[in-house]
């Protein structure tokens, strides 16, 4: 059964720190991908990774993955408020297999 | 930009009556999906559509549930008789061929059985 791990399911930080959300997977896929929600909003695609050691940087969001360990990391610098949505990591297999999402809360 | 769109944004229904959800994907994709989401949480996989017809489908996807490309654009969902657990959101998504590409997802229909 291909599982989709993601931890923190809920962070709350501080604008200008920086954290890494973690996604574990349980077998081999030929991509990834991160999405982000606003509340009661749709998916918006952010990352797309094909490779072992793709990293893709967009703005504050940097997302790599690592096919050897089954691991995708979300890495967030200098968060601010704009940040605040829930992130997830999706797996592609015959569909697209979403984990259980990140809520993100950034504080002033 | 090219977008998925959903209608309707938000449909009531009694308990027991037939549904039909309506998603336009973007104009050259091949492959079309159906997701719904329960209010807070996991975007669970209904089914995926490609080449006029089912690909996958999941356990939710029962003998309730139907989906159709009736013409070249539309793309609908159909569930016959609904029940109170069908109450959520369905995210209607497409994606082209090609290694890169993403789905892309609709704004969404809410519906509410009651």
């Known amino acids: 059964e291909l599982k989709v791990e993601q931890n923190p399911l809920f962070l709350s930080m501080q604008e200008g720190k920086n954290y890494t959300i973690y996604c574990n997977y349980s077998?081999?896929?030929?991509?990834l991908y991160w999405y982000r929600q606003d509340p009661g909003k749709s998916l918006e695609s952010l990352f797309v990774?094909?490779?072992?050691?793709a990293v893709k940087q967009e703005g504050r969001l940097m997302a790599s993955l690592d096919t050897k360990a089954r691991l995708s990391t979300l890495h967030i610098t200098a968060a601010v408020h704009d940040l605040s949505a829930t992130y997830f990591c999706?797996?592609?297999?015959?569909?697209?297999?979403f984990g259980k999402g990140t809520s993100l809360l950034v504080t002033p | 930009e090219p977008e998925v769109t959903q209608t309707p944004s938000h449909q009531v229904t009694q308990m027991g009556q037939e549904v039909i959800l309506r998603c336009v994907p973007i104009?050259?994709?091949?492959?079309f999906y159906w997701y719904r989401q329960i209010l807070g949480q996991k975007v669970e996989f209904l089914v995926s559509?490609?080449?006029?017809?089912?690909?996958?489908k999941s356990e939710i996807f029962d003998d309730q549930f139907s989906v159709e490309r009736p013409d070249g654009s539309n793309f609908t969902l159909k569930i016959r008789s609904t029940k109170l657990e069908d109450s959520a959101m369905y995210f209607c998504?497409?994606?082209?061929?090609?290694?890169?590409?993403?789905?892309?997802f609709g704004q969404g229909t809410r519906l509410t059985v009651v």
């Open positions: 990774l094909l490779s072992n050691g």
């Open positions: 077998t081999t896929s030929d991509r």
């Open positions: 104009s050259n994709h091949l492959y």
């Open positions: 559509f490609y080449n006029n017809e089912i690909s996958e």
């Open positions: 998504a497409s994606r082209d061929q090609g290694e890169w590409t993403e789905a892309f």
């Open positions: 999706v797996l592609s297999g015959y569909a697209l297999n």
